[in-house]
C-alpha cells in the first residue's frame, strides 16, 4: 500500500474480524497463524458473543475424536444427510465446503490452541433420514478450561445463558447437568465441592462474579481467547463498526467507534463479518421474521441487532433466507433480557404440552428446532400456541426442573419472575381455569394421555419412538422414558413460547466463505460466516452443534482464503 493510499486510514491490518464469538475469534487466529496482522473488533463490552453462552457443541462430521470413539463415518453420507434436510437455495458446494473441511478444522484447533473436544453418541436429529447417525460422535462437546490462564481477560468474558448454568454463574458440564437432574449418588457433595470452588476463588471473587471454571461455550470462547492472547492478537471491545468502505469493487476496511473516536481500518487482505445475526433487532424481524417476530423470546445475546448484514448490504452484498431462525420453545422469565431454550424437560416422563384450548398438538420431545417450528406455525393457523403451556403434576414438580422451576426449592422460594408465571391448581379443572383452558378440554387432553401413556404409547404423536426422543427421556423410567400417567395433584403450569436461539439467514456467502452479489458475484476483499452468513444449513436444524460447528469451520475457510493458504 502506498504511503497516499495509507494515509486515508487511522490504522491498517491485513485482516480486520467483526464480532467475537467462536466463529470470529477462529478466523482471527488462524489468519494471525498465517502471520497476517489481525484486529478484532467486538460492539459490546464483553467478548465472546452467543458462542459463549451456548453449550460450546459443535457438528462435525468425520472427526479423528469420532474415530477414535470407535465411530467410523462417511462424508458423503453427512453430505446426503445435510443435503437432504437444507433448503434448496443453498448451494450444494457450501454443504461439501462445511462436510469436507470441518474435521480438518478440529484437528487444527486441536494442534493449536487448548481447546478440547469430545465426540458425543449423541444422535441426529432427524437420525431415520439417510446419511443420519443414530448412534451419534457427530456431535462434540468441549472440555473444561481453566480461565485463570486468561487473567485480566477472563473478567470480559460474556456469562453463560441462564439456561446453560446454575443460579446464573455457576458454570456445569453436561455429565453435571444429568448428575443434578437424576439426582445420582454424590451429586450434593459434587455440587456443595464445585459451589466451594467458586465462593473460595479468592481474592479474585471479591471483584468479579465471574466463574473461572469455564465449561461449555465459555470453555471454547476460553480457550480460543487464550490463543489469541499468545498470538498477540488485539481484541476491541466497546467498537461497534458503523460501515464497510469498498474502494473500486473491492471492501478495503470498515469505519469503527472506538474509544469515543470513529477510525478508519484498513484491512489489506480483508474484511471477516462474524458478528451475529438480528436476533434482538425488533423492526428487522418485523420486517423478515413473521413465525418469529418477539425479539425478547430470542435466547440471542442483545448485542445481536443485524449491523454487520446491513453493512454487507449496503455495499451490495446479497441476503438470503432472512426469514430463518434457529426455532426453539423458549420459556420467559420477566425481567430478563432473552428466553430460555428448552431442551431436556419436554422429553422427561410426567408432563405434556397444550395450545390454549387445552389440546396436545405435537410431540414434546422432539428436537427444539421442529417443536420451536411447529408451536409457531401453530401460533400462525389458529393463534392457540403463544404461548403454549407445559403441565406436569406434583411428581414431576418435586423431580425435575421445568426452565427456570428448581425441583426441591418451595414455589415461595423461587425467584420472583418464575412465581409469577407458574400456575398451580389442586385439581386439573382448576388448573385449566388459572390457564384460561377449558376444564373439560383439558380433562380429556389428559385423561387420553394417561389411558395410553400407562402403557408408554403415544399414539397421536409417537412420543419417545425417534432415537432422539429417548435421549432425553429417563432411563431409569419404562417401558417408554418419555412417558408416565399425570395423576398426582396438585397439578402445575409454565408459559412456554415459539422463540429461537438466533437468526440464521444473512449475507449470501460462496463455498470459500466470501460475501456474493444477488448474481452470485463475490464482493473482493469480504466474508461472511456464523449468524451473519445465510446458514447451509438452511431452515433445518440436523444436529447438535450445527450453528457453531459450521461457523468455525467457514471461519477457518475464510481465513486460510484471504491468507492464500488455499492456494
Given at each position: 500500500?502506498?504511503?497516499?493510499?495509507?494515509?486515508?486510514?487511522?490504522?491498517?491490518?491485513?485482516?480486520?474480524?467483526?464480532?467475537?464469538?467462536?466463529?470470529?475469534?477462529?478466523?482471527?487466529?488462524?489468519?494471525?497463524?498465517?502471520?497476517?496482522?489481525?484486529?478484532?473488533?467486538?460492539?459490546?463490552?464483553?467478548?465472546?458473543?452467543?458462542?459463549?453462552?451456548?453449550?460450546?457443541?459443535?457438528?462435525?462430521?468425520?472427526?479423528?475424536?469420532?474415530?477414535?470413539?470407535?465411530?467410523?463415518?462417511?462424508?458423503?453420507?453427512?453430505?446426503?444427510?445435510?443435503?437432504?434436510?437444507?433448503?434448496?437455495?443453498?448451494?450444494?458446494?457450501?454443504?461439501?465446503?462445511?462436510?469436507?473441511?470441518?474435521?480438518?478444522?478440529?484437528?487444527?484447533?486441536?494442534?493449536?490452541?487448548?481447546?478440547?473436544?469430545?465426540?458425543?453418541?449423541?444422535?441426529?436429529?432427524?437420525?431415520?433420514?439417510?446419511?443420519?447417525?443414530?448412534?451419534?460422535?457427530?456431535?462434540?462437546?468441549?472440555?473444561?478450561?481453566?480461565?485463570?490462564?486468561?487473567?485480566?481477560?477472563?473478567?470480559?468474558?460474556?456469562?453463560?445463558?441462564?439456561?446453560?448454568?446454575?443460579?446464573?454463574?455457576l458454570q456445569w458440564t453436561f455429565a453435571e447437568t444429568y448428575e443434578l437432574l437424576y439426582r445420582t449418588?454424590?451429586?450434593?457433595?459434587?455440587?456443595?465441592?464445585?459451589?466451594?470452588?467458586?465462593?473460595?476463588?479468592?481474592?479474585?471473587?471479591?471483584?468479579?462474579?465471574?466463574?473461572?471454571?469455564?465449561?461449555?461455550?465459555?470453555?471454547?470462547?476460553?480457550?480460543?481467547?487464550?490463543?489469541?492472547?499468545?498470538?498477540?492478537?488485539?481484541?476491541?471491545?466497546?467498537?461497534?463498526?458503523?460501515?464497510?468502505?469498498?474502494?473500486?469493487?473491492?471492501?478495503?476496511?470498515?469505519?469503527?467507534?472506538?474509544?469515543?473516536?470513529?477510525?478508519?481500518?484498513?484491512?489489506?487482505?480483508?474484511?471477516?463479518?462474524?458478528?451475529?445475526?438480528?436476533?434482538?433487532?425488533?423492526?428487522?424481524?418485523?420486517?423478515?421474521?413473521?413465525?418469529?417476530?418477539?425479539?425478547?423470546?430470542?435466547?440471542?445475546?442483545?448485542?445481536?441487532?443485524?449491523?454487520?448484514?446491513?453493512?454487507?448490504?449496503?455495499?451490495?452484498?446479497?441476503?438470503?433466507?432472512?426469514?430463518?431462525?434457529?426455532?426453539?420453545?423458549?420459556?420467559?422469565?420477566?425481567?430478563?433480557?432473552?428466553?430460555?431454550?428448552?431442551?431436556?424437560?419436554?422429553?422427561?416422563?410426567?408432563?405434556?404440552?397444550?395450545?390454549?384450548?387445552?389440546?396436545?398438538?405435537?410431540?414434546?420431545?422432539?428436537?427444539?428446532?421442529?417443536?420451536?417450528?411447529?408451536?409457531?406455525?401453530?401460533?400462525?393457523?389458529?393463534?392457540?400456541?403463544?404461548?403454549?403451556?407445559?403441565?406436569?403434576?406434583?411428581?414431576?414438580?418435586?423431580?425435575?426442573?421445568?426452565?427456570?422451576?428448581?425441583?426441591?426449592?418451595?414455589?415461595?422460594?423461587?425467584?420472583?419472575?418464575?412465581?409469577?408465571?407458574?400456575?398451580?391448581?389442586?385439581?386439573?379443572?382448576?388448573?385449566?381455569?388459572?390457564?384460561?383452558?377449558?376444564?373439560?378440554?383439558?380433562?380429556?387432553?389428559?385423561?387420553?394421555?394417561?389411558?395410553?401413556?400407562?402403557?408408554?404409547?403415544?399414539?397421536?404423536?409417537?412420543?419417545?419412538?425417534?432415537?432422539?426422543?429417548?435421549?432425553?427421556?429417563?432411563?431409569?423410567?419404562?417401558?417408554?422414558?418419555?412417558?408416565?400417567?399425570?395423576?398426582?395433584?396438585?397439578?402445575?403450569?409454565?408459559?412456554?413460547?415459539?422463540?429461537?436461539?438466533?437468526?440464521?439467514?444473512?449475507?449470501?456467502?460462496?463455498?470459500?466463505?466470501?460475501?456474493?452479489?444477488?448474481?452470485?458475484?463475490?464482493?473482493?476483499?469480504?466474508?461472511?460466516?456464523?449468524?451473519?452468513?445465510?446458514?447451509?444449513?438452511?431452515?433445518?436444524?440436523?444436529?447438535?452443534?450445527?450453528?457453531?460447528g459450521p461457523a468455525m469451520t467457514f471461519g477457518y475457510i475464510a481465513a486460510r482464503d484471504m491468507t492464500?493458504?488455499?492456494?
Open positions: 500500500m502506498t504511503q497516499e493510499q495509507a494515509g486515508n486510514w487511522d490504522k491498517i491490518f491485513d485482516v480486520v474480524v467483526v464480532g467475537s464469538g467462536a466463529g470470529g475469534m477462529l478466523a482471527a487466529l488462524v489468519a494471525a497463524k498465517n502471520r497476517a496482522d489481525v484486529l478484532i473488533v467486538e460492539k459490546d463490552k464483553l467478548w465472546g458473543g452467543t458462542s459463549a453462552t451456548s453449550g460450546g457443541g459443535i457438528w462435525i462430521p468425520g472427526s479423528d475424536q469420532a474415530r477414535e470413539a470407535g465411530f467410523e463415518d462417511d462424508l458423503d453420507d453427512a453430505f446426503r444427510y445435510v443435503r437432504g434436510l437444507s433448503a434448496d437455495n443453498v448451494p450444494d458446494e457450501n454443504i461439501r465446503a462445511f462436510v469436507d473441511n470441518a474435521a480438518g478444522m478440529l484437528r487444527w484447533v486441536s494442534a493449536n490452541t487448548l481447546v478440547r473436544y469430545q465426540a458425543q453418541p449423541y444422535p441426529d436429529y432427524h437420525a431415520e433420514n439417510p446419511g443420519g447417525s443414530p448412534t451419534g460422535f457427530r456431535t462434540h462437546l468441549p472440555l473444561e478450561f481453566d480461565g485463570r490462564l486468561l487473567g485480566d481477560t477472563v473478567r470480559t468474558q460474556r456469562f453463560p445463558s441462564p439456561a446453560a448454568s446454575l443460579f446464573g454463574y449418588k454424590g451429586w450434593f457433595s459434587h455440587l456443595v465441592a464445585n459451589m466451594a470452588k467458586y465462593w473460595f476463588d479468592l481474592p479474585f471473587r471479591f471483584t468479579s462474579r465471574k466463574d473461572r471454571r469455564l465449561t461449555l461455550g465459555g470453555a471454547l470462547t476460553g480457550a480460543l481467547r487464550h490463543a489469541l492472547n499468545d498470538a498477540d492478537v488485539p481484541l476491541w471491545l466497546s467498537s461497534p463498526m458503523r460501515e464497510l468502505v469498498r474502494e473500486n469493487g473491492r471492501v478495503t476496511g470498515i469505519v469503527v467507534e472506538h474509544g469515543r473516536r470513529t477510525l478508519r481500518i484498513g484491512a489489506r487482505k480483508g474484511v471477516v463479518l462474524a458478528a451475529g445475526g438480528f436476533d434482538k433487532n425488533q423492526a428487522m424481524r418485523d420486517e423478515h421474521v413473521p413465525l418469529y417476530p418477539e425479539a425478547r423470546l430470542s435466547g440471542g445475546v442483545t448485542s445481536n441487532t443485524g449491523d454487520s448484514i446491513r453493512a454487507g448490504a449496503a455495499v451490495g452484498a446479497g441476503t438470503m433466507n432472512l426469514q430463518s431462525t434457529w426455532a426453539a420453545p423458549v420459556f420467559y422469565v420477566p425481567g430478563e433480557d432473552r428466553g430460555r431454550l428448552c431442551t431436556i424437560e419436554r422429553a422427561l416422563p410426567g408432563c405434556i404440552m397444550v395450545n390454549q384450548k387445552g389440546e396436545r398438538y405435537l410431540n414434546e420431545a422432539a428436537s427444539y428446532h421442529i417443536t420451536g417450528q411447529l408451536m409457531a406455525r401453530r401460533q400462525r393457523e389458529h393463534g392457540d400456541a403463544s404461548p403454549s403451556w407445559m403441565i406436569f403434576d406434583h411428581r414431576f414438580r418435586h423431580q425435575f426442573p421445568m426452565g427456570p422451576l428448581l425441583p426441591l426449592v418451595p414455589d415461595w422460594l423461587q425467584s420472583s419472575g418464575v412465581r409469577k408465571i407458574l400456575q398451580k391448581g389442586a385439581t386439573v379443572e382448576e388448573l385449566a381455569k388459572r390457564i384460561g383452558a377449558d376444564p373439560a378440554v383439558l380433562g380429556r387432553t389428559l385423561a387420553d394421555f394417561n389411558h395410553h401413556a400407562a402403557e408408554g404409547q403415544d399414539p397421536a404423536f409417537h412420543r419417545g419412538e425417534a432415537a432422539y426422543d429417548r435421549m432425553y427421556g429417563d432411563y431409569r423410567h419404562g417401558p417408554n422414558p418419555c412417558l408416565r400417567p399425570l395423576t398426582d395433584g396438585p397439578f402445575y403450569a409454565m408459559p412456554i413460547y415459539p422463540g429461537d436461539i438466533g437468526t440464521n439467514g444473512g449475507l449470501r456467502t460462496n463455498a470459500r466463505a466470501q460475501v456474493v452479489d444477488d448474481q452470485g458475484a463475490a464482493i473482493a476483499g469480504l466474508y461472511a460466516v456464523g449468524n451473519n452468513a445465510a446458514s447451509a444449513m438452511g431452515e433445518s436444524y440436523p444436529g447438535a452443534g450445527v450453528t457453531i492464500g493458504a488455499n492456494a
